[in-house]
C-alpha cells in the first residue's frame, strides 16, 4: 500500500515537470515566431552615413588610337600590273613609285599623239604664213591655231597616261597591307595598297555633354595606355566636335607624339585637367546605387529615426564615377539606403543589414 502511494506520487511529480517544460517551451516558442514575424515585416537595407569628402574632379575618358593619316592608294588607269616594289611593313614616302603598270599601248598612243602634234604645227605655219598674203581667210587660220592647241593637249593627256602607270604613295608612311601581285588586272579606283602614318597618332574618345565645355583645343592631356603601363604619353586636343551623338556624348580628338612604342588601334585612357588644375574638391557625395530610379531622378531613400523608410528628392551636381555631387536636398549625417530600394516604399519598416 505505502509503495503504490510512493509510485503515484513520484508519477505525479513527473507529470507535474513535463508539464511545466511544455509550457515553457511554448512560451518560447512563441517568442522566437513573434521575433520572426516582426522581422518579417522588415525589409533589409544597406546604408551609408551621407559626408562631405575630397573628389578628383578630373574626368576620363576611354578610347583607341587611330592614324593621324591614313589612305588606301588606288590605280588611276585600267592595266595589268607589271611590278610591285614594296612590301607589308615598308616604309614609304610621299611621291615614292609602289607599283607599276603595264604602259605599251599608251606609248604607241603617245608616239601618234606626237606625230599629230607635228602635223599641225606645220599646217598652221603653212596657214600663218598664207594669212600674211591674203592666202587664207582669218577663220581657217584660226581653224588651224585651235587644231595645234588640240593636238598640244592630246599630248598632255597621253603624258597624263604615261605618269599614271607609275602608283605613288600619296602620302609617307608605313605599307599596312598590300592588295595587289604583278600580273593582276586593275582598274582606275581599285585599292592596291593601305598606308598609314603613325609618326603621331589621333586617340578618339567620348566625352559627355557636362564635361565638353569644361575642355579647349590645344589643351594638354595625360594618357595612360593599358598595354605600357610603365609608360607615360602627353597629347593635345586638336579637335572638338561641335555636335553631340545619339547618347549626347562629343567625339573628341587628341593628338599624340609617337616614340615608337604606339600602335593604331591601342586601348588608351585621357585624362582631363577639368578644374583648373586643381585635382580634388571636397563635396557632399552619395554613390549612384542609391539613387532609386537612376541618377537623373534625383530619388533617394533616408533612414528616419522610428525605423522606416522615407523618400526624398535631391538636386543632384556632377557624376565623378561611382559618387554624385549632391548640392541640395541633405545636409550630411543622413543615413541613406544604397541596397534595396526596389522593394520600398515611403514608410516602409527596414532591417539595417549594414
Request: no cysteine; glycine share 8%.
Amino acid at each position: 500500500m505505502k509503495k503504490t502511494l510512493i509510485y503515484i506520487i513520484v508519477a505525479a511529480v513527473l507529470i507535474g515537470l513535463a508539464a511545466w517544460k511544455i509550457s515553457d517551451n511554448k512560451k518560447k516558442q512563441d517568442t522566437e515566431v513573434k521575433e520572426v514575424a516582426r522581422q518579417v515585416d522588415k525589409i533589409n537595407v544597406n546604408v551609408i552615413t551621407v559626408g562631405r569628402e575630397d573628389i578628383n574632379t578630373d574626368y576620363s575618358a576611354n578610347g583607341t588610337f587611330i592614324p593621324k593619316q591614313e589612305t588606301n592608294q588606288s590605280a588611276d588607269i585600267s592595266g595589268r600590273v607589271v611590278s610591285v616594289f614594296v612590301k607589308e611593313g615598308s616604309r614609304v614616302g610621299a611621291g615614292q613609285v609602289l607599283a607599276t603598270i603595264k604602259r605599251d599601248a599608251i606609248e604607241v598612243d603617245v608616239a601618234q599623239a606626237q606625230n599629230n602634234l607635228q602635223n599641225a604645227i606645220i599646217d598652221n605655219q603653212r596657214y600663218e604664213n598664207a594669212f600674211k598674203t591674203g592666202g587664207v581667210t582669218k577663220q581657217q587660220l584660226d581653224n588651224s591655231r585651235l587644231q595645234l592647241q588640240n593636238m598640244k593637249a592630246a599630248v598632255r593627256a597621253q603624258g597624263v597616261k604615261i605618269n599614271d602607270t607609275s602608283v605613288r604613295a600619296g602620302i609617307s608612311g608605313t605599307i599596312n597591307k598590300k592588295m595587289v601581285e604583278p600580273g593582276a588586272v586593275v582598274a582606275p579606283g581599285t585599292a592596291l595598297f593601305e598606308i598609314v602614318n603613325i609618326n603621331s597618332l589621333k586617340l578618339s574618345v567620348l566625352v559627355d555633354e557636362s564635361q565638353v565645355g569644361r575642355i579647349q583645343l590645344g589643351q594638354e592631356v595625360a594618357i595612360n595606355v593599358n598595354v605600357l603601363p610603365e609608360d607615360s604619353f602627353t597629347g593635345r586636343i586638336t579637335f572638338i566636335a561641335p555636335k553631340s551623338d545619339a547618347s549626347l556624348n562629343f567625339p573628341v580628338e587628341i593628338e599624340v607624339q609617337n616614340r615608337g612604342n604606339l600602335k593604331a588601334g591601342m586601348y588608351a585612357t585621357a585624362t582631363f585637367k577639368t578644374n583648373h588644375g586643381a585635382e580634388t574638391q571636397n563635396m557632399l557625395t552619395v554613390p549612384a546605387e542609391a539613387f532609386a530610379n537612376g541618377v537623373s531622378s534625383g530619388q533617394i531613400f533616408i533612414v528616419e529615426k522610428n525605423g522606416t523608410a522615407k523618400m526624398i528628392t535631391v538636386k543632384t551636381g556632377k557624376v565623378y564615377g561611382d559618387k554624385v555631387q549632391i548640392i541640395s536636398g541633405l545636409n550630411g549625417g543622413e543615413q541613406v539606403i544604397t541596397s534595396g530600394q526596389i522593394n520600398l516604399d515611403n514608410g516602409s519598416k527596414i532591417n539595417i543589414v549594414k
